[in-house]
């Protein structure tokens, strides 16, 4: 179990050094290992809030969309990563932190609104944040509902949202991609969401549209088929 949320939580941090340095690092490296083929990148607008929503098959997702998108790019990580006791709980913080990393704990009542707000703070900022609206990743390769979170987000910061397919990333091992006819590990941009008839629509219906059409895009991004039910196969 993950430990409560600070009552009066930090400011959203924001990508340091190591970041940078980890992207000059890592997009050759990638390159190498799974030769990713990117679409679409043109679609994250260069400027302003951005919110990016993604399928989830692996934990390489959270790796591969900030290595393949042209902005620096943040997310949610398990507030776990930031804790821990000597050198090793210490250098885990300071890393997840340089990255930009935002400590996500348990995901109900207050807590799961602390992570709603450390992510519109971002949003606020003009930065990009990344979501998966399923909540945790495919173990099935099904498309699963997405929460309502990324649509309140959405909604309360007027961020653009940009919804993205990764293919392949679930069953993705070091080198595999490089064999002859094995398939590319994908990650595709689509273009930003047009929310502009939801204007004066109440907030709760606005919020349900949102996240259908998100997940709708996600799907045709990704070539998914869609569960038709909430994610219940895993809690990472």
Known sequence: MTAPAPSNPTPAPRPGAIYFLGRVVLRPLFWLLYRPRIVGRANVPARGPVLLASNHLASLDTVIIPTSAARPVQFLIKSSYFTGSG??????????????????????????????????SILRAGSVFAVFPEGSRSRDGKLHEGHGGAAWMARETGATIVP????????????????????????????????????????????????????????????QERSGSVNATSRD
């Open 87 to 120: 050198i090793l709980g210490r250098l885990k913080h300071w890393f997840f932190t340089s990255i930009g990393g935002v400590p996500v704990y348990r995901a109900t009542g207050r807590d799961a609104r602390a992570a709603l707000d450390a992510g519109s």
């Open 164 to 223: 993205i397919g990764l293919i392949g990333t679930g069953t993705v091992k070091p080198l595999s991609h490089l064999l002859p006819g094995r398939p590319r590990l994908q990650v595709r941009f689509g273009e930003p969401l047009d929310l502009a008839d939801l204007e004066g629509v109440p907030d709760g219906k606005a919020r349900r549209e949102i996240t259908e059409r998100m997940m709708a895009a996600i799907a045709r991004l990704s070539g």
